[in-house]
Nanobody, 122 residues
């Protein structure tokens, strides 16, 4: 199984970016697809998750600004990020997990992408 994330870059505060992640090497209709992020010197933190049913959850810090979506036929998950803030600067990772336990815990996810850097300038 491989996950490839892309779409990161440099953006000014208030701007938008769209991240995408493509999963290959299997079928993932039973898996939750998620985004985590890790800022320099900080632990990896949960951003958002979407189940195959379309149910979503978000970290409080991104509610109303970020929107997660998935295309089950294409094994892709996307994260539309609007109203970006400097504190959103981080490496963003996509992840897949089937039996999550606690959906906001990184330990519940089985597969991880390589990460894509998002930098928000003030």
């Amino acid at each position: 199984v491989q996950l490839q994330a892309f779409g990161g870059g440099l953006v000014q505060a208030g701007g938008s970016l769209r991240l995408s992640c493509i999963a290959s090497g299997g079928t993932f209709n039973s898996h939750a697809m998620a985004w985590f992020r890790q800022a320099p010197g900080k632990e990896r933190e949960f951003v958002s998750v979407i189940w195959s049913s379309g149910v979503t959850r978000y970290a409080d810090s991104v509610v109303g600004r970020f929107t997660i979506s998935r295309d089950n036929a294409k094994n892709t998950v996307s994260l539309q990020m609007n109203s970006l803030k400097p504190e959103d600067t981080a490496v963003y990772y996509c992840a897949l997990g089937r039996y999550l336990g606690t959906y906001y815990s990184a330990s519940g996810y089985d597969y991880w992408g390589q990460g894509t850097l998002v930098t928000v300038s003030s």
